[in-house]
């Protein structure tokens, strides 16, 4: 049996969350055993815990906007060498031996030292693609084609912004999102939420769906449809997630 470490940036339930607990949780539990090592608390953790899938907690950092200066810069690299050698020291005190590391998302950097450190494959699952800055783009892009054994991609535009950037092709594999029917599905009943967003039923609906953040696009999205709502009294526009701790501003310039 195989055991994988899973490293992710958080413990939500937005995309690259979701994606991780139904790939942890479709394993071929006979062939390979997951260890899912999260650097905060959250609903993640719990649905991962109702899949019977082991989860512990490590604060260990993420690579965020916040760290983007001389004092978080510095503060990341100590951070970043104790807590991933906290994680060794957790597997150690278990007795986990790891044979491959799967690091879910560009913002998670300890699969480079745990892979060092325990000689193991390290797989990078890629879901973004990161612009700006464009120092940092280079950094992780490098980070990656040197360090990933192979780079899991979600989509072709994914690989090729990687290959653009430097990244070997031979090192990327697209493996598309998964969709599960039962839940996106047309026959799933919704008027619940004309109620609940208290809108009548025969509008036109346009939405936008993610983590506020100022790569997502959602000033782009109200700048493209806003003036619009002035020509259509039927139009309504939704922006639906939140932002990150500590930038909830975000949610107040866009009201």
Not at 67 to 80: H, R, T, V
Not at 95 to 101: S, Y
């Amino acid at each position: 049996m195989k055991t994988i470490l899973y490293l992710h940036a958080g413990a939500e339930m937005y995309g690259a969350d979701k994606i991780l607990l139904e790939l942890v949780s479709g394993l071929d539990k006979t062939k390979f055993r997951p260890i899912v090592i999260l650097p905060t608390d959250g609903v993640l953790r719990k649905k991962l815990e109702e899949e019977n899938i082991f989860v512990h907690v490590i604060s260990y950092p993420i690579l965020r906007r916040k760290y983007f200066n001389p004092k978080g810069i510095a503060d990341y690299i100590s951070n970043y060498k104790s807590k991933s050698d906290d994680i060794i020291k957790f597997l150690d005190k278990n007795d986990i031996k790891i044979d491959l590391i799967h690091v879910n998302t560009l913002a998670v950097l300890e699969g480079i030292r745990l892979k060092n450190k325990l000689d193991v494959p390290l797989y990078w699952h890629i879901h973004e693609i990161i612009t700006h800055p464009k120092i940092i783009n280079k950094f992780l892009c490098w980070c990656v084609n040197h360090y990933a054994d192979r780079a899991i991609v979600v989509s072709g535009p994914v690989k090729q912004h990687l290959i653009n950037s430097g990244v070997n092709a031979n090192k990327i594999k697209v493996i598309h999102n998964g969709i599960d029917s039962d839940i996106f599905s047309p026959k799933v009943k919704s008027n619940y939420l004309y109620k609940e967003w208290n809108i009548p039923q025969n509008t036109i609906k346009v939405g936008m769906i993610g983590r506020v953040n100022n790569w997502k696009g959602q000033e782009d999205f109200l700048d493209s449809l806003a003036p619009l709502l002035n020509e259509f009294d039927n139009l309504y526009l939704f922006i639906v997630g939140s932002a990150f701790k500590g930038q909830e501003w975000r949610i107040d310039d866009l009201k």
